[in-house]
């Protein structure tokens, strides 16, 4: 689990945890990891190390109406990243 100042919106988290968090994702496989940790340092890169809840969840949700994710692995993601 990542650190996070509050469970609520967002979550001031860097590449390396990234990396960490989705690694420790068991049902995520090479492919999805990939995908997913793309679209977390997309969001990273824009918001100077910070995610927020809203547009995490938003593209989250695009890789899984995709197929890029199921919906346990979506929720699984969201859970790891803003569960402090």
């Known amino acids: ?3 996070s100042e509050r469970m609520q919106d967002s979550v001031r988290i860097s590449r390396e945890q990234i990396d960490k968090t989705t690694f420790a994702i068991a049902s995520l496989d090479a492919k999805q ?3 997913v ?3 977390l ?3 990273h890169d824009k918001t100077d190390g910070v995610l927020y809840r809203k547009s995490c969840h938003h593209a ?3 890789l899984w109406e995709s ?3 199921s919906e346990r692995e979506f929720h699984a ?3 790891a ?3 402090g």
Do not use: D, P, Q
Request: aromatic share 12%; no cysteine.
């Open 41 to 43: 340092y997309r969001l």
């Open 77 to 79: 993601v969201e859970s």
């Open 60 to 62: 989250l949700v695009k």
């Open 67 to 69: 197929g890029a994710i």
């Open 81 to 83: 990243v803003f569960s």
């Open 1 to 3: 689990m990542l650190y």
């Open 37 to 39: 940790r793309e679209t």
């Open 33 to 35: 990891r990939h995908a």
